[in-house]
């Protein structure tokens, strides 16, 4: 398996092609976007990611990793393009595997390995060979129902479980579930992944590791959504719950986490919709943590705009509020699906107060804040009437906020 091309050049799809390349193989990676093709063939990368452009610079000046906008003839292919939702009820929109299937189709040989890395909905890797076999009638391609036949094609799905700003440590050492459409496919794949993984490569089918991909986020969610939901009612009671749920962590068996703004990035936020999308009578807990989730930026606004009409009615025309963080979680630059964005959005437009926004990890605001201000935290904190803390930031920690101000802080630091 010593040539591999990679589609899809974000989060996942880069450090994964560069830690091919780093370990020797030759690696090609796809993506539509020219900035980021551009940016990768430099030797640089487009991404906040630790440790991750000295390996990319090292691997392109080597020559084993080079970024391409069309794919070449590989010996497997890895695919980690975006997997989002469709109209209001969470449909998955997988136009993007079926454009990545109609692009990989024609370079395809017998013996290749295909690999879906991409978040998906059980049967998304069927539905992939579905696309591949109608472009390719010439090849025969493994079927789930049938796992001891052999075919012209291998493969499989696999899915990442990193975590963002230790990527590259737990690309190499975390166990990788490696579900093969038939057992040869999944031995095959395990041939791709020895390159570098480290961590124990786990047989299984692909439904089964596309469930435990959705399996394992739907869990944190349902987690997250107790201590959420905790958070709510504890305000309700006047009970500070950071200490409600540290004395309840004290017992030996309980291990509550720590509320937030909401859920954010593509993981979390995104996955446990597939499941309820699929069985919609039957995923009752994993829908309720959703809403729960979900809803929990619609409280925290409450609970500003509750400030902003005190401050109203002694005579402050239009505070400013400084919303501190936008990333989906801490010391990141990822806005995907943030809740802290949510929160900016519907403030920007509500346009009840004058609205500032501090991110540390970004240059500048995506289009859909654009109407907002990126300012210092230094800045931020001689102007604003209210603070909202979004989102745990090193930054945010080390600074001691004024006394003079009201701070609704979402996340614990204080």
Request: with cysteine; proline share 6%; aromatic share 4%.
């Amino acid at each position: 398996m010593k040539n591999i091309c990679v589609f899809g050049l974000g989060y996942i799809g880069l450090p994964t092609a560069a830690m091919f390349a780093h370990h020797g193989a030759n690696v090609v990676g796809v993506d539509i976007n020219q900035h980021a093709v551009d940016t990768i063939n430099q030797g640089k990368i487009h991404i906040v990611e630790p440790g991750l452009e000295a390996i990319v610079k090292q691997a392109v000046g080597k020559g084993t990793l080079k970024a391409s906008l069309t794919p070449v003839h590989s010996d497997a292919y890895l695919i980690a393009v975006p997997t989002p939702f469709k109209g209001d009820d969470h449909e998955p929109d997988l136009s993007y595997i079926q454009a990545v299937s109609k692009a990989l189709a024609p370079l395809l040989e017998k013996g290749d390995v295909v690999i879906l890395e991409s978040t998906s909905p059980v049967g998304a890797t069927e539905k992939m060979v579905e696309w591949l076999s109608k472009e390719r009638s010439d090849l025969t391609f493994p079927k789930y129902h049938e796992p001891d036949n052999e075919a012209d094609i291998f493969v499989a799905y696999c899915p990442e479980r990193v975590l963002p700003g230790k990527v590259i440590e737990e690309l190499i050492s975390n166990d990788r579930i490696i579900g093969g459409m038939t057992k040869e496919s999944t031995k095959k794949a395990q041939d791709v992944y020895r390159i570098f993984v480290k961590g124990d490569l786990l047989e299984t089918n692909s439904r089964t590791a596309e469930m435990a991909k959705l399996t394992e986020n739907a869990s944190r969610d349902v987690s997250i959504a107790f201590a959420n939901e905790l958070s709510i009612i504890s305000d309700k009671l006047d009970i500070n719950v950071w200490d409600l749920i540290e004395l309840a962590n004290r017992h030996p068996r309980v291990n509550i986490l720590q509320p937030g703004a909401g859920v954010g990035g593509h993981c979390i936020a995104v996955d446990p919709w597939f499941i309820v999308n699929q069985n919609p009578e039957e995923a009752k807990i994993i829908r309720s943590a959703r809403e729960i989730n979900d809803n929990k930026p619609n409280w925290v606004i409450g609970k500003i705009n509750d400030q902003i009409e005190q401050l109203k009615s002694q005579g402050v025309e239009k505070p400013t509020v400084a919303l501190l963080g936008l990333a989906f979680k801490p010391d990141i630059d990822d806005l995907r699906e943030s809740p802290a964005v949510t929160i900016a959005k519907k403030m920007l437009e509500n346009q009840s107060a004058n609205i500032i926004l501090v991110e540390p990890n970004i240059e500048t605001l995506p289009k859909d804040l654009e109407s907002g201000k990126l300012v210092s935290l230094v800045e931020a904190m001689e102007i604003a009437d209210i603070i909202g803390i979004l989102v745990a930031h090193d930054e945010f920690k080390k600074e001691p906020l004024k006394n003079s101000v009201a701070v609704i802080d979402a996340v614990g630091i204080i």
